[in-house]
């Protein structure tokens, strides 16, 4: 019996777009049956978090700042022409128009499909945060040499 294909993605980036090639390849993979790992660090976890909008979460006032200032995944900037925040709303209605899967669609997809979320020990204490601060989707929250070990035999991508 031939070994399932892998493939490990770490998101982490909180861009809109860099999220959108993520949860694409992830679900794309998921779809034609790749084990999908996805390790969210750093502004990655942005896009994972229970509360969508902005939130002062985390110990300690820098942490709550850094925490709210980062939005939430309703407030994920577009890398380049962000425009006070308002292209991934216009990037969003492209996508709607023309039928291509949104940001939403495609982190639901990767649920659905039954890609591994996982979450970076490291960036959640420097940030302040806990297990209960994101998406209950979240499998683990681990550290770096976990996740390489979970993605052994498979190809990493990092965005």
Do not use: H
């Not at 031939?2 to 998101?11: E, H, P």
């Not at 969210?40 to 110990?59: D, P, S, V």
């Not at 959640?124 to 945060?129: F, K, P, R, S, V």
Request: aromatic share 10%.
């Amino acid at each position: 019996m031939a070994n399932k294909k892998k493939i490990s993605i770490v998101l982490f980036s909180g861009d809109f777009d860099r999220a959108i090639a993520a949860f694409t390849i992830a679900s794309g993979a998921a779809a034609v049956n790749y084990e999908v790992n996805l390790f969210f660090t750093f502004w990655g976890l942005n896009t994972i978090k229970k509360e969508k909008g902005r939130k002062a979460l985390g110990k300690g006032l820098l942490a709550r700042a850094f925490n709210f200032l980062m939005g939430g995944f309703k407030n994920l900037p577009l890398s380049r022409l962000n425009f006070g925040g308002i292209s991934p709303k216009l990037m969003t209605g492209l996508m709607k128009n023309r039928n291509v899967a949104t940001l939403k669609e495609l982190l639901e997809a990767s649920i659905q499909l039954k890609t591994n979320f996982f979450a970076c020990e490291m960036s959640m204490n420097i940030l302040g945060l806990k297990k209960e601060d994101f998406i209950p989707e979240i499998k683990e929250v681990l550290g770096v040499a976990k996740f390489l070990k979970l993605s052994e035999d498979g190809e990493i991508l990092f965005i």
